[in-house]
């Protein structure tokens, strides 16, 4: 069965601290792979897509990034953070293929402080 | 206009009651519908599909209406654990789902 992995569950961390937030999933082939953030008591914003290996759709902009290193391996990066990153991080997966239900890692709890 | 809305609610509803939440989309070119489950504090899951001519499962219906583009899901019976955030979902003409912003369910005893 497919399983998706996403650390740390938490962290706190200082304005202009750098973020790295990481996911992977198992049992699975070229899934597709998305970055979503979800703050306080709003619904869920997709930040990033990918439909492979170095292919990186960006949603929004902001000081955010992602890598996808391996097929299976999603990376959330930042430089610098700020007040405003703070908030709820899902890596999900979806089958190959898209148009598929898709499937969240239990999230990071992020506080900019 | 959103592309995906819910009433956020709470709708707060005693133990046994049947309840209904809607969901309208804007693009009628959508393909896929279905409901998640969010707990306080917890990643969403999926509750269940929707199709096209009404499914079933337990005590949950979900509901699909393309003319009016809008899908539901009644919960009967409800019990004091099906107090969550259910969000709907929409799946267009690419890869990205569009997520309601969710609408809340309080079950009182």
């Known amino acids: 069965s497919q399983t998706i992995h996403q650390w740390p569950a938490t962290l706190v961390q200082p304005v202009g601290s750098p973020l790295s937030l990481e996911c992977t999933v198992e049992?699975?082939?070229?899934?597709?792979l998305y970055w979503y953030r979800q703050a306080a008591g709003r619904g869920l914003q997709l930040l990033f897509y990918?439909?492979?290996?170095?292919?990186i759709s960006s949603e929004v902009p902001q000081n955010l990034s992602a890598s996808r290193p391996q097929d299976r391996q999603f990376i959330l990066s930042s430089k610098k953070l700020l007040l405003s990153d703070s908030g709820f991080y899902l890596c999900?997966?979806?089958?190959?293929?898209?148009?598929?239900?898709?499937?969240f890692g239990e999230g990071s709890w992020l506080t900019v402080v | 206009r959103k592309e995906v809305e819910q009433d956020p609610g709470p709708f707060n509803v005693p133990e046994g009651a049947t309840v209904a939440f809607n969901c309208t989309y804007s693009?009628?070119?959508?393909?896929?519908f279905f409901w998640y489950r969010q707990d306080c504090r917890k990643e969403p899951k999926l509750l269940m599909s929707?199709?096209?001519s009404g499914n079933e499962d337990g005590r949950f219906t979900a509901q699909l209406n393309r003319a009016s583009q809008y899908i539901s899901l009644l919960i009967r019976d409800s019990k004091l654990s099906d107090s969550a955030t259910y969000l709907c979902?929409?799946?267009?003409?690419?890869?990205?789902?569009?997520f309601g912003s969710g609408t809340r369910l309080l079950v009182r005893p």
């Open positions: 990918s439909v492979g290996i170095g292919q």
């Open positions: 979902v929409v799946i267009g003409s690419s890869y990205k789902l569009i």
């Open positions: 929707v199709y096209s």
């Open positions: 999900a997966w979806s089958p190959e293929g898209g148009r598929n239900t898709i499937y």
């Open positions: 049992g699975t082939s070229n899934p597709n």
């Open positions: 693009n009628s070119a959508s393909q896929s």
